[in-house]
DNA sequence: ATCGACAATGAACGATCATTCACTTACGTC
DNA sequence: GACGTAAGTGAATGATCGTTCATTGTCGAT
């Protein structure tokens, strides 16, 4: 081991964590101005860094507040990772399905995945028709692993239960649900009842596929 | 009739139209670059008007996209009365109920009512924390009449079927099934899917509401 | 024809923006 | 301890921002 590739994974790490020290305050920063409101200014004040810091760790401004919607369309992939690791792997008995959905309830509407911040950047990066074209997944619905282990289940409860309805459309349901009630925390945080929410998730899963939730 | 008055009308009407050229050309720009790209240089670009006229009619640029919001409020409960003034009039019966759910499906999922812009222009102030915490109303979803509506129908309902669910609940779970779906339309607006959008909720209904959609 | 009232104009302004780059600091190597 | 390398710094820069205001244009009243 030489000792100069410890110094590079020192520096390495010094530059990481400033990377990330920015990140951070930037993503304060969108939380109480909003995109238009993110000078470089306020993430140097926010930050405590030097202001030549984002240009030499992001090149440009614009490229850091990308960055940034990549990172936390990982934040929400590893909660999602973490919740897949918790219930049942496979859906194909009904009850595994139904714990499956279960579960996506209450990790959708956790501390964790959902909080003020979270959902604050979320619309933040979706309003901004630059970060919408770039596609980062974190703001997607469709085509994602998450829907598509939602239509699983559903095409499994559907057939268990007999509905009649099309388990596209009642996969859609969901997952649109789920959005609606981001939304609406989004709008009113401090009203919001996580209970509340599941709960309802749960009486609409009970509509679709009665016996099972 | 003295023609000083007609002057001033006359005055009066072209102060307006320059107003909604303002307005519409303010829009325009959102649509295309963000509430934080929407500049004054833009603004006059798009408009064709002089550089002064914002600050002119508008005292400020923010005040111009404060008033865009307050606008497009308007033009939404203008579209809402529309849809009320089609479908029967009381929901005491769980028939005219399941009517105006329908016709209520019907509606926040047309063109008038929802396109490009209305849901750009939506997404866009909703992540304005200024133009949230103004509350104008556009971007709510509680606390409507919209949602007492949906409310009083879904009781109705829920009574006529003997769901057992929280009638509450299920009228949550359609508001924010609405919200999830609009949500959908910003995302990709060009493989939604009008007539799919309302099958979605008509399976839902039909899940909560057996026999009536 | 002249005037008053008000809308409209756009050059000019100071503030603030993102970015640059010459310079300093830190640290392992020799 | 001198050197090389790379990170860190922040004053300076030019571009662009929103806003102002002296000036011009318009039109009915007199």
């Known amino acids: 081991m030489t000792s100069a590739e410890d110094t590079r994974k020192k520096r390495?790490?010094?530059?990481?964590?400033?990377?990330?020290?920015?990140?951070?305050?930037?993503?304060?920063?969108?939380?109480?101005?909003?995109?238009?409101?993110?000078?470089?200014?306020?993430?140097?004040?926010?930050?405590?860094?030097?202001?030549?810091?984002?240009?030499?760790?992001?090149?440009?401004?614009?490229?850091?507040?990308?960055?940034?919607?990549?990172?936390?369309?990982?934040?929400?992939?590893?909660?999602?990772?973490?919740?897949?690791?918790?219930?049942p792997e496979e859906v194909s008995t009904p009850e595994h399905a139904a714990a499956r959905l279960q579960a996506l309830f209450e990790t959708d509407f956790s501390e964790a995945v959902l909080n003020k911040r979270s959902a604050r950047l979320t619309f933040a990066?979706?309003?901004?028709?630059?970060?919408?074209?770039?596609?980062?997944?974190?703001?997607?619905?469709?085509?994602?692993?998450?829907?598509?282990?939602?239509?699983?289940?559903?095409?499994?409860?559907?057939?268990?239960?007999?509905?009649?309805?099309?388990?596209?459309?009642v996969a859609m349901a969901i997952m649109s649900l789920l959005e609606g009630l981001w939304t609406d925390f989004h709008a009113h945080p401090d009203e919001f009842s996580r209970g509340n929410a599941v709960e309802i998730c749960q009486t609409t899963a009970r509509a679709f596929f009665p016996g099972y939730f």
Chains 1, 2 share one sequence.
């Open 12 to 87: 390495k790490v010094d530059k990481d964590l400033h990377r990330e020290v920015l990140l951070d305050a930037t993503a304060s920063v969108i939380l109480r101005h909003g995109v238009s409101g993110a000078t470089i200014s306020r993430i140097q004040e926010e930050s405590g860094l030097s202001r030549g810091m984002i240009n030499l760790h992001f090149q440009s401004k614009d490229n850091l507040i990308r960055e940034l919607a990549i990172h936390m369309t990982r934040e929400y992939n590893a909660a999602w990772q973490n919740f897949t690791s918790q219930a």
């Open 125 to 169: 990066f979706r309003a901004e028709p630059e970060l919408q074209a770039l596609g980062t997944g974190y703001t997607e619905t469709r085509g994602t692993d998450l829907h598509d282990h939602v239509r699983n289940c559903c095409h499994v409860l559907c057939k268990a239960c007999g509905t009649q309805g099309d388990p596209e459309k």
